[in-house]
T-cell receptor, first 111, second 117 residues
Framework: DQQVKQNSPSLSVQEGRISILNCDYTNSMFDYFLWYKKYPAEGPTFLISISSIKDKNEDGRFTVFLNKSAKHLSLHIVPSQPGDSAVYFCAASYNNNDMRFGAGTRLTVKP | DAGVIQSPRHEVTEMGQEVTLRCKPISGHNSLFWYRQTMMRGLELLIYFNNNVPIDDSGMPEDRFSAKMPNASFSTLKIQPSEPRDSAVYFC???????????????FGAGSRLTVL
């Protein structure tokens, strides 16, 4: 049962442009949402999070938007840089219990 | 801190053999998670422990899989007997979920790549 879904397996953008990665979830009880970034041969690393009581959280070039009514969140990267090329995982948890991940989206930022 | 330590980094074995993956969480972290990454399903939660106690093992695919956490600094994931479809990257992650408020941020190890021939 995939409670967290990332329907786009890959995304390619030009350096300097905006990257938008999308994520949908099915469990309305989730209270925290997180994005992780993963480089090859490494474990995922935490990028940014958002509480379910907010609709936006910004950290430098990274902004996460949450639309609870649509059960949808997105990660915006502006401007995109070649070093941002990685696999991005969306994750969600309820009451700080288990953490459910999506299948990931591979982002390629072209110079 | 050296982070979450997993071993082995790579394992190649033959079908039917026993496989044991090991994890050392970050000192002071009281929750530990095992995930499996595959192309089709991304990161699947297999099992997680709080204070060395298994809380949810509903993600463990079959009885061939078992996990233990005998103390706060060590956990194992065992597959016996292994099958080719078990080939994947297995990640261990830890967090100090009881010590912080807000989002439950996991720290991952580098993973163990398992190939079953």
């Amino acid at each position: 049962d995939q409670q967290v879904k990332q329907n786009s397996p890959s995304l390619s953008v030009q350096e300097g442009r905006i990257s938008i990665l999308n994520c949908d979830y099915t469990n309305s009880m989730f209270d925290y949402f997180l994005w992780y970034k993963k480089y090859p041969a490494e474990g995922p690393t935490f990028l940014i999070s958002i509480s379910s009581i907010k609709d936006k959280n910004e950290d430098g070039r990274f902004t996460v938007f949450l639309n609870k009514s649509a059960k949808h969140l997105s990660l915006h990267i502006v401007p995109s840089q070649p070093g941002d090329s990685a696999v991005y995982f969306c994750a969600a948890s309820y009451n700080n219990n288990d953490m459910r991940f999506g299948a990931g989206t591979r982002l390629t930022v072209k110079p | 801190d050296a982070g979450v330590i997993q071993s082995p980094r790579h394992e190649v074995t033959e079908m039917g053999q026993e496989v044991t993956l090991r994890c050392k969480p970050i000192s002071g972290h009281n929750s530990l998670f095992w995930y499996r990454q595959t192309m089709m399903r991304g990161l699947e939660l297999l099992i997680y422990f709080n204070n060395n106690v298994p809380i949810d093992d509903s993600g463990m695919p079959e009885d061939r899989f078992s996990a233990k956490m005998p103390n706060a600094s060590f956990s194992t994931l065992k597959i016996q007997p292994s099958e080719p479809r078990d080939s994947a990257v297995y990640f261990c992650a830890s967090t100090d979920r009881f010590l912080v408020s807000g989002a439950n941020v996991l720290t991952f190890g580098a993973g163990s790549r398992l190939t079953v021939l």
